[in-house]
């Protein structure tokens, strides 16, 4: 039998911190995440979601929480890069336990057109080579991919960065 879950983004808020450090504080999306030591300290989070609650009120970026069936499973936020309130970036994390599921798709389809509905005219994000999922969730989600960087300094080393792009139809 096929599971349907229900998948809504609402905007993050002070409540949802804990949930969310529980699940960034998981060893396969810190290796995706950067900024964050282990254990996740709450504070981080909570300062992290004060600033995009005043974010919220400038359009600098628009911080959601990710729900399923009622559950907080993950975040997803649009970032203005460049101060153009045209161009923005988006990006974020599911918990592991529900990973490959079409969680981050779904939401990120959403977003796009909140992004939309906004009036914002590109949405934008990039992922290399230690994260193919990420950009399949970008082509599923409808974003296109439009250039590759080779040899971007990462800590780890040189990869090639991928960029995908999306605008309203
Ligand atoms: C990337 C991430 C958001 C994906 O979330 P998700 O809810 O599992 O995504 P979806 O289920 O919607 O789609 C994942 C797709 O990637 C595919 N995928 C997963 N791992 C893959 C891999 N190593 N290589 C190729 N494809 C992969 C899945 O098969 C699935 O595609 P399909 O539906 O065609 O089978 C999640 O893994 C995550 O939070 N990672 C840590 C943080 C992160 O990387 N954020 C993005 C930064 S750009």
Do not use: C
């Not at 991919?145 to 080393?157: A, E, L, Q, S």
């Amino acid at each position: 039998m096929v599971k349907i879950m229900k998948v809504e983004i609402r905007k993050t808020e002070l409540a949802h911190a804990v949930a969310i450090r529980d699940i960034i504080d998981h060893e396969a999306v810190l290796r995706e995440i950067s900024g964050y030591p282990h254990p996740v300290p709450l504070e981080q989070i909570q300062k992290e979601i004060n600033n995009g609650l005043r974010n919220w009120k400038t359009g600098e970026s628009y911080g959601f929480t990710v729900f399923v069936d009622g559950k907080i499973a993950g975040t997803v936020v649009l970032e203005e890069p460049n101060k153009t309130k045209t161009i923005y970036e988006v990006g974020g994390f599911i918990g592991h336990k529900y990973w490959n599921s079409g969680i981050a798709t779904e939401a990120l389809k959403q977003i796009i057109d909140f992004g939309f509905k906004k009036g914002i005219h590109q949405i934008q994000a990039d992922h290399d080579k230690t994260n193919p999922g990420s950009g399949k969730v970008m082509e599923k989600a409808g974003m296109k991919h439009y250039k590759t960087k080779k040899d971007v300094k990462r800590p780890f080393g040189l990869v090639n960065v991928h960029f995908y792009k999306v605008r309203p139809k």
